[in-house]
């Protein structure tokens, strides 16, 4: 009997150790864990994201505050820029545009990168495309287009007996075509334009004068 109550005592106090440290641990666990994942009324629960951009959770820290993104450049520079989590890709692009040095002027012309995959959809939540706080995108710089040089025509201008060619813009304005010619046939004074016996209106364009490649135009002093 006596060692019976020695071996009741002894589980009792064995009981009450674990009970304490139990109490310990859940205190501990209470005080460092975050509150959404302690089902906390509000919490939002883990989710899986069916991007195929990522197969991280959502964060649901992330998806209501600020997050801070990394942009890399191919030549290894690297730019933190700060985003609202509701942000979409475009929004991303102004970010870039507005705070990193020698970004591209249009928005257009910046392509991102996440993963190894081009964020092409403008309008898609980053947090959709796996995207959060302390992600990186890659930033490459698209060269736009150079603009087109007008494509000129070669007219000719007579006046005496020379007749000078003329390499010009069909869209310019009468009187910038009669500038030039001018230049062309060194001369200096009064003089119009005229095609087919009809002095042209200064103010219109050449083609709106009907002239086209091969014309030929008259200068006559007034």
Do not use: W
């Not at 883990?46 to 197969?55: A, E, Q």
């Not at 990394?70 to 692009?93: H, Q, Y």
Request: include cysteine; proline fraction near 5%.
């Amino acid at each position: 009997l006596k060692q019976n109550l020695v071996l009741q005592a002894s589980a009792s106090r064995s009981l009450v150790v674990y009970a304490a440290q139990a109490a310990l641990m859940a205190c501990y666990i209470k005080s460092h864990m975050p509150l959404n994942l302690l089902g906390t009324a509000g919490a939002q629960p883990f989710t899986r994201s069916s991007s195929p951009y990522s197969s991280y959770c959502t964060e649901p820290d992330a998806i209501y505050g600020e997050m801070q993104i990394t942009v890399k450049s191919l030549a290894g520079a690297e730019s933190i820029v700060s985003v609202p989590a509701e942000s979409t890709v475009n929004d991303l692009r102004r970010r870039i545009k507005s705070c990193i040095p020698g970004s591209p002027v249009h928005i257009h012309d910046m392509r991102l990168f996440h993963l190894g995959l081009e964020l092409l959809e403008g309008t898609a939540r980053l947090r959709e495309l796996g995207i959060f706080d302390g992600s990186s995108v890659e930033l490459v710089k698209v060269s736009p287009a150079p603009t087109p040089s007008p494509k000129k025509s070669r007219i000719f201008v007579k006046y005496d007996q020379q007749t000078v060619p003329l390499d010009i813009d069909l869209s310019c304005r009468v009187y910038d075509a009669l500038e030039e010619a001018l230049a062309v046939c060194c001369l200096v004074g009064a003089f119009r334009l005229s095609f087919r016996g009809v002095l042209l209106n200064d103010a219109l364009s050449l083609k709106e004068s009907h002239i086209e490649l091969g014309s030929v135009l008259r200068l006559t002093a007034v």
